[in-house]
């Protein structure tokens, strides 16, 4: 069966430090690959996606970036966070057209 | 990008009455739409998805309703449990593209 592993489950970073948030997926060969932040009592804002190794769309321009340097691996990082960049980050694959697995997702919180 | 979005951002309903969550979308090329289910601190939950070319789809106490003439889309949850409290999204894919769009989210509370 299929899982997805999302890392670290919860951050603390101050402003003006990297991040590298990481997510893994088991048991489905070349999928369709998301990263989402959701803001407390907002829905989910697509960041980034990818369909293939090296290959990312970008949604929304922002502070962050998004690699796939294997084909079940998917980083989001950043140089510099900003305070604005605190949320809940979700990563997220989907065979095909469909999303239907969500990792759990990493709290982070920019001070 | 796309707009999703639900009529009521939250709804209580006595534990064993029907839940009825709407939803509405902007894309009259989307096809396809999924519900989630996100508990507090978890990733959303696949609940049920539908395809533009249905009006309806049920699954285990769960009814989703796609009315494409005026863009609405809708999960029923029958005999609500305290279990079913959560937030509540759906998401549209646009024909044209691997993204889906999610809307801000009904948070549903079940009364005992």
């Known amino acids: 069966s299929q899982t997805i592993h999302q890392w670290p489950a919860t951050l603390v970073q101050p402003v003006g430090s990297p991040l590298s948030l990481e997510c893994t997926v088991e048991?489905?060969?070349?999928?369709?690959l998301y990263w989402y932040r959701q803001a407390a009592g907002r829905g989910l804002q697509l960041l980034f996606y990818?369909?293939?190794?090296?290959?990312i769309s970008s949604e929304v321009p922002q502070n962050l970036s998004a690699s796939r340097p294997q084909d079940r691996q998917f980083i989001l990082s950043s140089k510099k966070l900003l305070l604005s960049d605190s949320g809940f980050y979700l990563c997220?694959?989907?065979?095909?057209?469909?999303?239907?697995?969500f990792g759990a997702g990493t709290r982070l919180s920019v001070l | 990008g796309e707009s999703v979005g639900l009529h009521l951002p939250t709804l209580s309903v006595q534990e064993g009455d029907n839940s009825i969550i709407n939803c509405a979308y902007s894309?009259?090329?989307?096809?396809?739409f999924i519900w989630y289910k996100q508990e507090s601190g978890k990733g959303p939950q696949f609940i049920i998805d539908?395809?533009?070319?249905?009006d309806k789809r049920q699954g285990q106490r769960v009814t989703v309703l796609l009315n494409k003439t005026v863009k609405h889309l809708s999960l029923q949850i029958a005999a609500t449990q305290p279990g079913d409290s959560a937030v509540y999204f759906c998401?549209?894919?646009?024909?044209?593209?691997?993204?889906?769009?999610f809307g801000t989210g009904t948070s549903l509370t079940v009364i005992p």
């Open positions: 998401a549209e894919r646009a024909n044209t593209g691997n993204q889906f769009y």
């Open positions: 997220a694959w989907g065979g095909g057209f469909n999303i239907q697995y």
């Open positions: 048991g489905t060969s070349n999928p369709n």
């Open positions: 539908i395809r533009s070319n249905m």
């Open positions: 894309n009259s090329a989307s096809d396809y």
């Open positions: 990818s369909v293939g190794i090296g290959q």
